[in-house]
C-alpha cells in the first residue's frame, strides 16, 4: 500500500515561533488532508489539499502531488496550536479512503 | 448543525464479550469509516460503508464487524473482545462522490478490554 511518512516526529516551539510540517507519500494520489488533533483528542480537519496552496488564518498548506510531498506552515504559533498534526491521503483509485500517517506532535511553550 | 456522535465515550469491558459501538452522523453522508487509534500506528482503518447495505473490510477488520442498514448509522461489534483491541476507535463520514471528500470525525470511543 502507499507509504505515509511525516517529519519531524516531534517539535517544540516557543510561543510566536514559524514551523513547517512535511508529508511524504510514495504513491498518487486524488485526495490529500491535514488533520489536528488536539490534547483532548478530538480530530479537525484543517485542509482539503490533493494540490496547490491554500490558507487558513495562521495555517497555510501546500501539496505539490508530482513531487509527492505536502507541507503545512504554522505563522505565530500559539499555545493551542499544540497537538498531533496527521497528513492523510486517499491513493489514487482508493475510492475514498485515507491512509494516515503517523503524525506529528507539536508542544508550543508560553 | 450536522454532527457525528459516538457512544460510549468510554468502556471497559471483559475478554470474550460482545462489544457494539454506535457512530451516528447527521450530515447525510453516503461514506462512514471506522479507524483505531494506537501508539505507533497512527489511525488505521477497520471497515468502511459506502451506502447502505455496503461494508467493506479495512486494514485492521479481524476480530470486527459492521452493518449499515441505513444513512445516518454504522454500528461497530467486538464480537468476543480480546486484549490487542483495547484502543481509542474513531468513526468519521465524507459525502462521497466527485469533488472534495473531506473526512469528519466524531470524538472517539476509549475502549478498554480486562
Known amino acids: 500500500g502507499i507509504q505515509v511518512e511525516q517529519s519531524p516526529p516531534d517539535l517544540i516551539l516557543q510561543e510566536g515561533a514559524n514551523s513547517t510540517l512535511r508529508c511524504n507519500f510514495s504513491?498518487?494520489?486524488?485526495?490529500l488532508q491535514w488533520f489536528h488533533q488536539n490534547p483532548w483528542g478530538q480530530l479537525i480537519n484543517l485542509f482539503y489539499i490533493p494540490s496547490g496552496t491554500k490558507q487558513n488564518g495562521r495555517l497555510s498548506a501546500t501539496t505539490v502531488a508530482t513531487e509527492r510531498y505536502s507541507l503545512l506552515y504554522i505563522s505565530s504559533s500559539q499555545t493551542t496550536d499544540s497537538g498531533v498534526y496527521f497528513c492523510a491521503v486517499e491513493r489514487s483509485g482508493a475510492n475514498s479512503k485515507l491512509t494516515f500517517g503517523k503524525g506529528i506532535t507539536l508542544s508550543v511553550r508560553p | 448543525d450536522a454532527e457525528i456522535t459516538q457512544s460510549p465515550r468510554h468502556k471497559i469491558t471483559e475478554t470474550g464479550r460482545q462489544v457494539t459501538l454506535a457512530c451516528h452522523q447527521t450530515?447525510?453522508?453516503?461514506?462512514m469509516f471506522w479507524y483505531r487509534q494506537d501508539l505507533g500506528h497512527g489511525l488505521r482503518l477497520i471497515h468502511y460503508s459506502y451506502g447502505v447495505q455496503d461494508t467493506n473490510k479495512g486494514e485492521v477488520s479481524d476480530g470486527y464487524s459492521v452493518s449499515r442498514s441505513n444513512t445516518e448509522d454504522l454500528p461497530l461489534t467486538l464480537e468476543s473482545a480480546a486484549s490487542s483491541q483495547t484502543s481509542v476507535y474513531f468513526c468519521a463520514s465524507s459525502e462521497g462522490g466527485a469533488g472534495t471528500d473531506t473526512q469528519y470525525f466524531g470524538p472517539g470511543t476509549r475502549l478498554t478490554v480486562l
Open positions: 504513491d498518487s494520489v486524488n485526495n
Open positions: 450530515w447525510n453522508h453516503n461514506n
